[in-house]
C-alpha cells in the first residue's frame, strides 16, 4: 500500500505541519507488494524539514495543504456517535525517522526480538523504509522506520514518551541488552504507583522502549506513549472522534502525572494508545523524528467529519489519492499529534491488483 509523509517542520511550526501516512485496514489482510507501496512514503530532508516527493508536491499534496475536490459526509452528532462505534478501525502501525537504518534495525532484531518484514530503497527520492514487528502487518501493530539519505539525527522532543513491548522476563531481556551493547536507563523493578514489573531502554536514536513483563500476547508491540496538555480533553476526543475506548486510567499523585489508556480492545491482547498528563504542563516541543500512527476506518468521508465535529484539525482532507485512488485522510488531535485513516474496501481493491 502506498505511503506518504510530507515535511514536518521543526517544533517552532510543527503545530502547523501536516504529514500523511496510509494505513491497511482492520481485517486481517495479505502483506502489501513493495512495488504497490514504493515511493510514496518518507520524504528527504531540506533545511531542517521533510520534503514530500516532488511528484507528490507537483500533485498539490504539500505541508498545511488540503486538496480539493473531495466530498464531505454531513453527519449529526448522534449519527457520528453511533457510527464511530461500529467502524471497523484498529492501530495498524507507527511511522518515525531514525539516522541509522542498518544499525537500528540490527538493534531491534538482534535484542528485540523483532523481525524485518520488509524493506525498500527509494534512490531517486533518497529515502528508505523499513518495517520491523512481531507479525504480519494484516494482523499486528508494527513500526515503520524512515531514513532520509545523509540525515544522521533528528530532535525527538518532549512530546514524545516511549513505545512499549511485553516481554516475558524484564530481567532476561534487560542483560540481552546490556550484552549487545545497548542502553538501559531504568532497570527491572516495579512501576511507580503500581506492581507491573518494567525496564526502560533506548534504541540507537534515543527512541525510549518500556518493557513490560507480561504473560504471552498476541501484540508484544503494544503501547504508545504520548504527552498531552488536558488529559480530559484528549480522552473525550480520542472516544468521539476515533471511535477509541478508555481501558483504564490512573492517577499518580505522588509522581504529579496520570495516565489514560486508550485503544479497540484490551490491551493485553491489542496495541494501545497511552496518553499520559504531567501536572500544569499544557505543551510539549515535539520534535521533528516521531512522525504518526496510522488507522483504519470503513468511510474516511465521515471519519474526517466526525474528527471535525468533535474538533479535530483535518489537516488532509478526505479523498483518493492521485494514482492509486485509494481514499485518505489526516488530522491533528488538539494537541497536534497526527493520525491518517485509510479506507477500509478501497485497500483491499488495492491488495487485489
Known sequence: ????????????????????????????????????????????????????????????????????????????????????????????????RVGDLDKTIKFYTECLGMKLLRKRDIPEERYTNAFLGYGPEDSHFVVELTYNYGVESY???????????????????????????????????????????????????????????????????????????????????????????????????????????MGYGPEDKNAVLELTYNYGVKEYDKGNAYAQIAISTDDVYKTAEVIRINGGQITRGPGPLPGINTKITACADPDGWKTVFVDNIDFLKELEE
Open 1 to 96: 500500500m502506498a505511503r506518504l509523509l510530507l515535511p514536518l517542520p521543526f517544533a517552532a511550526a510543527a503545530a502547523a505541519s501536516s504529514s500523511l501516512h496510509l494505513a491497511a485496514s482492520r481485517l486481517r489482510l495479505p502483506a502489501v507488494s513493495v512495488a504497490r507501496r514504493e515511493g510514496l512514503f518518507g520524504g528527504r530532508v531540506v533545511g531542517g524539514a521533510v520534503r514530500a516527493p516532488a511528484r507528490l508536491a507537483r500533485r498539490g499534496l504539500c505541508a498545511g495543504a488540503e486538496p480539493g475536490g473531495s466530498a464531505g459526509t454531513a453527519v449529526s452528532q448522534e449519527e457520528a456517535v453511533e457510527w464511530v462505534k461500529k467502524d471497523r478501525r484498529r492501530l495498524l502501525h507507527v511511522v518515525y
Open 155 to 261: 530532535d525527538i522532543g518532549t512530546g514524545f514518551g516511549h513505545f512499549g513491548i511485553a516481554v516475558d522476563d524484564v530481567a532476561k531481556t534487560v542483560d540481552l541488552i546490556k550484552a549487545k551493547g545497548g542502553t538501559v536507563t531504568r532497570e527491572p523493578g516495579p512501576v511507580k504507583g503500581g506492581k507491573s514489573v518494567i525496564a526502560f531502554i533506548e534504541d540507537p536514536d534515543g527512541y525510549k522502549f518500556e518493557l513490560i513483563e507480561r504473560g504471552p500476547t498476541p501484540e508484544p508491540l503494544c503501547q504508545v506513549m504520548l504527552r498531552v496538555g488536558d488529559l480530559d480533553r484528549a480522552i473525550n476526543f480520542y472516544e468521539k472522534a476515533f471511535g477509541m475506548e478508555l481501558l483504564r486510567k490512573r492517577d499518580n499523585p505522588e509522581y504529579k502525572y496520570t495516565i489514560a489508556m
